[in-house]
């Protein structure tokens, strides 16, 4: 082990969470309205606001950047995402969540996303971060 192992740096970690939200072989995604990855396609999602649990913070984004609302008892966690790079503004842990509604429900964008949509789950664009690999992981929980 070389002293460079050993060594630590402090850095701020910023928590997130996102929202796999599945519907009729649909996934909803939303278009990004500003940097990083500006008017690509995300999952809906963001900044857990101080002292919020995550889980709540999951609730409140989906709602806020598409405008459907689901109780926190539907989420079910997929897991933590905090490979370093994963966001180009620095540190970001996500803890990701999915549900799947009965029915495909119209969305309306709000916050900071310009569009949200039901794609496809065999047409999905190139998705934002690492949004490609938590909806891989979801897909395959809600096979499981």
């Not at 928590?15 to 939200?21: G, K, M, N, Q, R």
């Not at 919020?52 to 913070?57: C, G, Q, S």
């Not at 842990?93 to 964008?109: D, E, F, S």
């Amino acid at each position: 082990m070389t002293d460079t192992d050993t060594d630590t740096v402090d850095e701020t970690i910023h928590l997130t969470a996102d929202v796999v939200l599945f519907a009729g072989g649909h996934v909803l995604l939303i278009e990004r309205g500003w940097d990083p990855f500006a008017g690509r396609w995300a999952l809906p999602g963001g900044y857990a606001n101080a002292g919020e649990e995550v889980l709540k913070a999951a609730v409140r984004e989906l709602g806020e950047e598409t405008g459907i609302v689901i109780s926190t008892a539907e989420l079910r966690q997929v897991g933590p995402y905090h490979a370093p790079g994963r966001d180009p503004r620095g540190r970001v842990v996500t803890i990701a969540y999915t549900a799947t509604l009965p029915a495909l429900v119209p969305p309306t964008a709000g916050d900071d996303a310009t569009n949200a949509r039901w794609w496809p789950l065999d047409a999905l664009p190139d998705l934002a971060f690492d949004h490609d690999q938590i909806l891989k992981d979801a897909q395959a929980l809600a096979v499981a």
